[in-house]
């Protein structure tokens, strides 16, 4: 569990170190549990990025990651010619103490925050995300081959007639699952989900896999993807480009009219894939019928509308058993040619991407189910219970609304049906983003366990073997049981090295969900930096003990003070989760509309401040 360490009580330790706390209390319902630390095993941050700031005799590092509480103190014969406002990287070379800030030396500029790039840049460099690939890597890479040979084919389940396909994103360079669907004369469902064999082509321990699994995963940023295999596996013979022998690993369900998997089979394979589909025009023919949509696609029309069929099945089926669905807007974030944003907007999340989602979900359960009961080592997606303690709190905060939990057991039903029943209301957001906060974090295992989110008992990730390492891991071991190679011996060995590849791989996700989350941070202080003194429409979105927070239609969320709220004295009701001003009682409540000017943006912190100039929707009577 989390402890909270007082600022007087952190005793010169960073960010990241391994420490040893000591507990002064214990937690309560609302209060975490606070402690002091005592000593610190091993320091985290060697080098940190910050922007350096020239004092004349000296200099000073602001690091960019604000967890990081001390400024770096550069004396003058460690700034390495670095200029005033530059990003750069310092290694420490002194620890903080008592009333002193550590020290460190510049070893690496990477250029003004204003540089093209730059910005993104130092977000990678803080989080220690892999760029470039090895020469040894990149030419094993270069040296795989363009097509399939007869030798390739051997032992595998020939479905190059079949009718693939695969549907992504307009943008996406690679393509890694592709589908196929039939009906059967019982009425059943025949879904095909088909994934590149990538493990085909990186052997492990070869360099290919050992820089896969440093990189874990590939990372998405706004501009750039840093790729877990080099681009010329990933877009070339892993990629399940159209009308292309491709070597797959197929996963054949059979569905009947409840979403139930009534059998199934586990094969290599080999596929040619009929057609390339873009997101778009499959939803813009499922939602609308668009003639556009359908003349594009008209050689897949009757698979398409089968899938649409076993979608429904499959997502009623989820929604029976508990799943739970949440249901927070993403955010397209639109960059110049010199990496300015330019247009922040909602990003469309329709009905194919959900289709496909289904789909992925079933074969990901039906394939962890089949490796549970097989009793081989075997690496799960795990998902436990949620801390009682917290559970308990939320359902204190809920029912401020009005909401309980009912039941003393913990099931994901009821979080099910609290997120229906607050569909649509104005503290949606608020109580779904507590929720998800109060839920455990899902992680890779070696140990099986449920699912809790997806009210699933088994679960695994298959799907994405060129961007996941866990994906390429499972199919190595899929492929070995298959063949009958999964010896006493390998399984011997698969024990020791799972535990170890869940516990890293679960942290390169972390990360890169977290570098992730600070570009788009960035560049949405970026773009309200530009747009000082504009008004727009928002939402009240939370209150706190220090103002509220409006989020606009666009996705972009900003603080408003009680130091800009001059009309009145405000106060925060902890009891009835809104803001009242002492002398007119007005309220602000979640959900409120307003109108607001944005009044300050601060880029280095990711910090947007609005004002509020109109009230369109709240409250002024109690």
Same mark, same amino acid.
């Given at each position: ?32 549990? +606070?402690?002091?630390?005592?000593? &610190? ?26 967890? &990081?509480?001390?400024? &770096? ?319 308990? #709190? ?118 890169? +969900? ?31 003990? #220090? ?24 106060? #925060? ?50």
């Amino acid at each position: 569990e989390d402890v909270f360490i007082p600022a007087e009580n952190i005793n010169s330790a960073m960010n990241g170190d391994i420490v040893i706390a000591n507990i002064l209390r214990r937690e309560e319902a609302n209060r975490k549990m +606070e402690g002091e630390i005592i000593r &610190i095993i091993e320091r985290a941050n060697t080098t940190i990025i910050g922007t350096f700031e020239d004092n004349g005799n000296f200099g000073f590092l602001i690091p960019d990651d604000h967890r &990081i509480a001390h400024d &770096i103190f550069i004396p003058k014969a460690q700034t390495n010619g670095a200029k005033d406002k530059q990003k750069v990287i310092v290694e420490i070379i002194k620890w903080p103490e008592f009333r002193r800030n550590p020290e460190g030396k510049v070893v690496d500029i990477l250029g003004y925050l204003t540089d093209k790039g730059i910005d993104i840049l130092s977000v990678i460099k803080q989080y220690k995300l892999p760029e470039d690939f090895p020469n040894k890597v990149q030419q094993a890479a270069l040296n795989m081959p363009d097509t399939i040979t007869d030798k390739d084919l051997e032992g595998r389940l020939d479905l190059r007639d079949l009718i693939t396909f695969t549907i992504d994103g307009a943008d996406a360079k690679d393509y890694d699952d592709a589908i196929s669907i039939e009906k059967l004369d019982n009425g059943n469902y025949k879904l095909g989900v088909h994934i590149a064999d990538v493990s085909h082509y990186v052997k492990e321990n070869s360099p290919l896999d050992k820089e896969a699994y440093l990189r874990g995963n590939s990372v998405y940023l706004i501009d750039r993807v840093l790729p877990m295999l080099p681009r010329e596996l990933s877009n070339g013979i892993c990629s399940l480009n159209p009308n292309v022998d491709r070597l797959t690993l197929s996963v054949f369900m059979d569905i009947d009219k409840n979403g139930n998997v009534t059998d199934h089979k586990i094969a290599e394979s080999v596929i040619k894939s009929k057609k390339r589909c873009v997101y778009d025009d499959v939803s813009d023919f499922i939602e609308d019928d668009d003639e556009k949509a359908k003349e594009k696609l008209k050689e897949i029309l009757p698979q398409l509308k089968l899938m649409v069929e076993l979608m429904e099945i499959l997502r009623e089926k989820r929604e029976r058993r508990g799943s739970i669905d949440f249901d927070f807007p993403e955010t397209f974030i639109e960059l110049d040619d010199n990496g300015r944003p330019v247009d922040v907007r909602k990003a469309d999340r329709r009905i194919a991407n959900r289709m496909i989602e289904e789909f992925m979900l079933v074969c990901n359960e039906t394939v962890a189910e089949d490796f549970y009961w097989a009793e081989v080592p075997f690496l799960y997606r795990i998902h436990e219970e949620p801390n009682q303690e917290k559970i308990e #709190f939320f359902n204190k905060f809920i029912h401020n609304f009005g909401y309980t939990l009912k039941g003393k057991d913990i099931h994901p039903k009821e979080f099910q049906l609290l997120t229906k029943e607050i569909k649509g209301k104005r503290e949606e957001t608020v109580i779904s983003t507590l929720l998800l906060r109060s839920l455990r974090k899902a992680v890779y295992s070696e140990v099986p366990d449920i699912h809790f989110g997806l009210a699933s008992k088994y679960y695994c990730h298959f799907t994405s073997p060129i961007r996941r390492y866990p994906d390429l891991v499972i199919h190595r071991i899929i492929k070995a049981y298959l063949k009958g190679q999964l010896s006493l011996q390998r399984q011997d060995r698969l024990e020791k090295i799972l535990p170890e590849i869940a516990k890293h791989t679960s942290m390169t996700e972390r990360r890169a +969900e977290e570098a992730e989350r600070e570009v788009d941070d960035l560049k949405m202080a970026q773009y309200m930096s530009e747009r000082i003194g504009e008004e727009y429409i928002g939402i009240v979105s939370s209150v706190t003990n #220090f103002g509220l927070f409006v989020q606009l239609e666009n996705t972009i969320e900003g603080l408003v003070h009680f130091n800009v709220m001059d009309d009145d004295f405000y106060r #925060f009701d902890e009891e009835n989760y809104y803001i009242i001003g002492e002398r007119t009682n007005k309220i602000y409540r979640l959900g409120d509309t307003v109108k607001i000017e944005v009044i300050g943006a601060d880029v280095s912190k990711r910090n947007i401040d609005f004002r509020i100039v109109d009230d369109i929707k709240s409250t002024t009577d109690l």
